[in-house]
Structures are given as C-alpha cells and as structure tokens.
C-alpha cells in the first residue's frame, strides 16, 4: 500500500470519527428531560415546603399544559390554590379553587375546593367588629358546599365552622344596635335587633337582644311590642339574667 494511500484512508478515518462525535453531541444537546407528572407533583411539593411558592407553581403549570391524559391535571390545580393559601395570599387562592370547579366540578377532590374558600374566608375573621363581612362570606361558601355536596367529608366540623360564623354576624348586628340603642336612636336599634331574633334564632346572647329589643319598643311608647318581647325572653331564658333585669322595665 502505497503512502499516499495510506494517508487517505487515515483522514477518512478521522473524518468519520469527527462526524460521529458531533452527531453524538447533537443528540445530547437536544434531548430533553422526560416529562413524569408524578415525579413533578413531588418536586412540586417539596419547593413548597421549601417555601419556593413560584417554582413550584412553575412545575405544576408545565403539568397542566403537558399532560395529554388530564389524569394529573386536576390535582396540579388544587395544589396552585393551596399554594397561594400556604403563601398566606387568600384571595389568589380563591381564585384559584373556583378556576379548580370551573374547570372539575365533578371531581372528588371537588368537596375540598369548594370548602378551602370557605375556610380562606374563615381563617380571615378575626372579631364581631372586624369579622361580620368575612363570616358572611364564609358562611355563604360553607352552605354552597352542603348543597352542592351533600355527601362532603366534612359531616362534623362544617356544623360548628357554620355556628361560628352565625354568631360572629349576629354578634356583629348586636354591636350594631347597640351603638344605635345608646345613641337614642330606637327605631334604628329595633331594626337589627329584630332581624337578629328573626335570622339567628340560636344566637348565644339571644336573650340580651330580645332584652334590648323590649327595652328599645318601650322607649318608642309601643308597649305592645314590647311585652311581645318580653314574653319571649321569659319563655326561652327564664334563667337569663336578663328576665330579672327585665322585671325593672316597668311595661304598662
């Protein structure tokens, strides 16, 4: 074999070594990282226990977007919500449980949505005199949820979230009246005392409002009205402090 001969076939060696190499390289560049939506709701779970609130939403958008089944699909817009809600941001959280029902309204997990906007409302309460606005939405939120889904899990708490709600609306119409009661202004007072006896029949200071309520229709000079009242504060409380009270209104 002639040296020429020889050097020709060592460049197309090296030549076809070179193009292999680079094909090899290629290949590598372009691959991509293989889409597991599994494997990205756990990471997912754990920049939010991070508290890496926007990577993590980041990762379960890409599930919304990628997966061609919709079988994880739903769980990842539950997670968004929960994660504005750990991220303290209650009304993007909202948002994003009602986006959830929008879209999965007959999910199982559907329950969970519709009662997480009720409790973001309901974390947000914080007194009679602050508080009544959010107990009314929570409140709204908690019995859409008994009639959306009367087979919730939620048989033994949602009573008593519901009860607490009233009585902080309750409590809040009472404040109410008795700024207008101490002022003067009766017929104002009369108003919210009488939707309180009328709305919220199991208010725990039921018998102070129907006391007032009396006290109240006295001072207007309607004494019908008023021993109305108070025949109903004696049948229901005769206990209350409030029947001995009452004894010194003097009702013609």
């Avoid at 990628?66 to 941001?89: F, G, H, N, T």
């Avoid at 009304?91 to 999910?107: H, K, T, V």
């Avoid at 409140?139 to 919730?152: A, D, N, T």
């Amino acid at each position: 074999m002639t040296t020429k001969l020889k050097r020709l076939i060592l460049l197309i060696f090296f030549i076809f070594l070179f193009l292999s190499i680079i094909g090899c390289g290629g290949k590598t560049q372009v691959k991509k990282e293989e889409f597991d939506p599994v494997l990205y709701l756990k990471k997912a779970d754990e920049l939010v226990s991070k508290k890496e609130y926007e990577e993590a939403r980041k990762l379960l958008l890409e599930i919304k977007n990628r997966e061609s089944a919709k079988e994880y699909a739903p769980l990842a817009q539950l997670k968004i919500a929960d994660s504005y809600l750990k991220e303290d941001e209650p009304e993007l959280a909202i948002a994003e449980y009602r986006r959830f029902l929008e879209l999965y309204p007959e999910s199982t997990y559907a329950p969970y949505a519709q009662y997480s906007i009720g409790m973001a409302y309901f974390r947000q309460i914080e007194s009679p005199e602050r508080g009544a606005g959010t107990a009314q939405k929570a409140l709204e939120e908690f019995l859409k949820l008994e009639k959306m889904y009367p087979r919730h899990p939620y048989g033994e708490i949602l009573p008593l979230r519901i009860q607490k709600c009233r009585n902080i609306i309750a409590e809040g119409e009472l404040l109410i009246g008795k700024f207008y009661y101490k002022k003067g202004s009766y017929k104002a007072a009369v108003g919210r005392f009488e939707g309180i006896v009328k709305n919220f029949s199991d208010f725990k200071n039921l018998d102070e409002t129907l006391y007032l309520l009396a006290d109240s229709y006295k001072k207007l000079n309607m004494p019908e009205n008023a021993k109305e009242y108070l025949k109903i504060l004696k049948d229901k409380f005769p206990d209350s402090n409030f029947v001995k009270k009452a004894e010194g209104l003097k009702i013609q």
